[in-house]
């Protein structure tokens, strides 16, 4: 599991019920640093580093988009893809209700509430993945293929760069 002690979490735990291999990766979090800070500190680039971000359609419904760190979603392009009228990022105290985590620690594994899954279908196309832990400061190393085995996540091409 890497080096470094990795901590139990509802991510953690789902991981190691399934048998992912993973490996642990804690940084030291900086407060609106994102992907950016988390990929200069592991030395990894930020384009495989993947943001879990929690967003609602227009019914208030949550779904979970998984988002290379150095782009942005078109939240349009998303919408059409899905078969939604609209689609939005959640406050984050709604974010945090939905995910059970805090903003900032959000991982698509170990969820509190089952919600849909969508992963930019060029994620898919990287050699390893760096991905939250489920905590400030920890990401998870694995391969790509577990979004899809693991969490059904369905591809979509809605990635616009910062």
Same mark, same amino acid.
């Given at each position: #599991?890497?080096?470094?002690?990795?901590?139990?979490?509802?991510?953690?735990?789902?991981?190691?019920?399934?048998?992912?291999?993973?490996?642990?990766?804690?940084?030291?979090?900086?407060?609106?640093?994102?992907?950016?800070?988390?990929?200069?500190?592991? $030395?990894?680039?930020?384009? *495989?580093?993947?943001?879990?971000?929690?967003?609602?359609?227009?019914? @208030?419904?949550?779904?979970?988009?998984? #988002?290379?760190?150095?782009?942005?979603?078109?939240?349009?392009?998303?919408?059409?893809?899905?078969?939604?009228?609209?689609?939005? *990022?959640?406050?984050?105290?709604?974010?945090?209700?939905?995910? @059970?985590?805090?903003? @900032?620690?959000?991982?698509?594994? $170990?969820?509190?509430?089952?919600?849909?899954?969508?992963?930019?279908?060029?994620?898919?196309?990287?050699?390893?993945?760096?991905?939250?832990?489920?905590?400030? @400061?920890?990401?998870?190393?694995?391969?790509?293929?577990?979004?899809?085995?693991?969490?059904? *996540?369905?591809?979509?091409?809605? *990635?616009?760069?910062?």
């Amino acid at each position: #599991m890497g080096g470094a002690r990795v901590p139990a979490t509802p991510a953690t735990t789902f991981l190691r019920s399934r048998g992912v291999a993973f490996t642990g990766h804690p940084y030291d979090y900086v407060e609106h640093g994102g992907t950016a800070e988390s990929a200069r500190q592991l $030395g990894v680039p930020e384009h *495989a580093v993947v943001k879990t971000l929690v967003m609602e359609d227009e019914h @208030g419904r949550p779904l979970v988009v998984l #988002m290379h760190g150095d782009c942005v979603v078109s939240t349009k392009q998303l919408a059409r893809q899905i078969g939604c009228r609209s689609v939005a *990022a959640c406050a984050p105290e709604v974010a945090q209700r939905h995910s @059970g985590y805090q903003v @900032g620690g959000t991982s698509p594994f $170990g969820l509190r509430k089952a919600m849909p899954v969508y992963v930019e279908r060029t994620v898919l196309d990287l050699p390893r993945l760096w991905i939250n832990g489920g905590r400030r @400061g920890f990401l998870v190393g694995l391969e790509p293929r577990v979004l899809v085995q693991e969490l059904g *996540a369905t591809p979509v091409d809605c *990635a616009l760069e910062k």
